[in-house]
């Protein structure tokens, strides 16, 4: 395996006997071991198991079997349980909690079809950050640029992918924090639709709102990981009973015959200037020259907002009541001012999102793809505290998340794109599909990539 290869070319290779799991977890092993160092994206490396089950794949696979993701390393935010590793959710309080008996669904799902789990990656606390600064981990650094952010909550899954460590990992994104990190380190990021993939056995930050999903360098890899992970569950009581729609074949079929459109108004009212840019590529290329707006998209943020704090207070109650010192502060007085919201503002917050939902979804009427950005700027510095926006000073680790926001509150699937506009660091522009269509979203992902508008390469570290 070089650090290049996508997950489909590996697993291609594993199955051709032209290389094998072993052989390409060993490489994998030794990238993270020469590598994470400057970008300090995992928090447990899981060597002898990787090895072990990179034995089992090889042994499979002289029995006939055909697994899709044959040999193909992977990592896992730290909010997934893994069997023997206690689950930190990025925090100092859950390192003293037992370790997990179990592995997330998810994690049995990749493995199952050949995949490889190699190690846990640091993430933002308690998944309550977009900028991948940890207080008790370190920050997880942009492997194009050191001395920039990560993007977060998942920030060790952007930046162990980027960094060439492991060609898929595993993020959760509650309010973009799969598409931030994908938009900063230029990747192509799966936030899919509400309730599609199970959340059992990861710790929550707001249920109504989780999401689980792959960050990769590729649209193919994404549908791969994406097909692999499918299926209901009955340990999440969200996760839909729909038949699974497997999207890796469909992904040739191009963009011919989709109506898509950008969004206007709120999504091109705040940002710096090449993140519009970025979208205007990607639009033109796909020939999309219908603008819509989302109906009250900032009260939809706002409402969001709301949610978030409150439901989030709640389940950090306990723990704010009797560990509050051991919290990063940042995180803590979000948590703290949360679960002092009144009960009428989370209800008028729900009420907003019913409505605000089925606006939206008459616009998929008439529309197959909404274009609009990732983030509103570039991944900004390393212990950045604030930034320009519209022409305002704001800060930076509530705001990165402004026009992801208004998409994750109803639950749409998106996948991020990367652009790269210069010899700056990437952009990311969201390709939003209506309910369980993902497939919609990765074709057009997929014929960008064919197209070379949009590219994932590995950081010259």
């Known amino acids: 395996m070089s650090e290049s290869q996508t997950a489909t070319q590996i697993a291609n290779d594993v199955r051709g006997k032209r290389t094998s799991a072993r052989a390409v977890t060993e490489k994998s092993l030794a990238r993270i071991a020469a590598v994470d160092g400057k970008v300090n994206s995992f928090t447990d490396v899981l060597g002898e198991r990787a090895l072990a089950t990179a034995e089992n794949v090889d ?33 100092r309080i859950n390192r003293t909690n037992p370790a997990a008996a179990k592995d997330s669904i998810l994690i049995e799902r990749l493995e199952a079809a050949g995949a490889v789990l190699v190690g846990a990656l640091n993430m933002g606390e308690y998944a309550y950050d977009f900028t ?31 960094a060439g460590l492991v060609p898929i990992a595993l993020g959760s994104d509650t309010n973009g924090s799969i598409r931030v990190p994908s938009s900063f380190c230029g990747l192509f990021g799966l936030k899919p639709t509400y309730g599609r993939l199970s959340r059992a056995r990861t710790f929550p930050f707001v249920a109504s709102l989780d999401h689980l999903g792959p960050i990769a360098r590729s649209a193919a890899d994404l549908a791969a990981a994406y097909d692999a992970m499918q299926g209901p569950d009955v340990e999440d009581p969200v996760c839909t009973d729909r038949t699974s729609q497997l999207v890796s074949d469909e992904l040739g079929k191009g963009t011919s015959g989709l109506r898509i459109a950008t969004l206007g108004g709120y999504f091109q009212s705040m940002g710096d200037p090449e993140i519009f840019r970025a979208v205007s590529v990607v639009a033109n290329a796909l020939g999309a020259k219908d603008k819509v707006e989302l109906p009250e998209a900032a ?37 703290l001012a949360g679960a002092l919201i009144p009960a009428a503002w989370v209800a008028a917050a729900q009420k907003l999102r019913r409505w605000y939902r089925e606006q939206v979804l008459q616009i998929f009427d008439r529309f197959d793809i909404l274009l609009a950005p990732s983030t509103p700027t570039r991944a900004p510095k390393i212990g950045q505290k604030t930034f320009e926006l519209g022409g305002e000073t704001m800060l930076v680790r509530p705001n990165i998340g ?55 390469p590995v950081a010259s570290l």
């Not at 499979?60 to 930190?88: H, I, M, Q, Y």
């Open 402 to 456: 402004i026009f992801t926001q208004p998409i994750s509150f109803i639950g749409l699937p998106v996948v991020s794109v990367p652009v790269w506009l210069d010899d700056g660091l990437p952009v990311g522009v969201q390709v939003i599909a209506a309910p369980w269509r993902e497939d919609l979203a990765l074709r057009v992902a997929n014929a960008l990539e064919r197209e070379g508008i949009c590219e994932a």
């Open 299 to 335: 009260r939809a943020r706002a409402a969001a907002y709301v949610i978030t704090a409150a439901e989030g207070g709640q389940l950090h109650l306990p723990r704010l009541r009797s560990r509050a010192a051991d919290f990063d502060p940042d995180v803590r007085d979000r948590l």
């Open 59 to 91: 042994l499979r696979l002289t029995r006939g079997e055909n697994l899709a993701l044959a040999g193909v390393p992977f990592a896992v935010k730290n909010l997934f349980d893994v069997a023997g590793v206690t689950t930190r959710a990025g925090s």
């Open 132 to 162: 991948g600064e940890n207080a008790h981990d370190g920050a997880v650094r942009n492997p194009h640029d050191l001395a920039h952010m990560s993007g977060g909550s998942s920030s060790g899954s952007g930046g162990a992918v980027a």
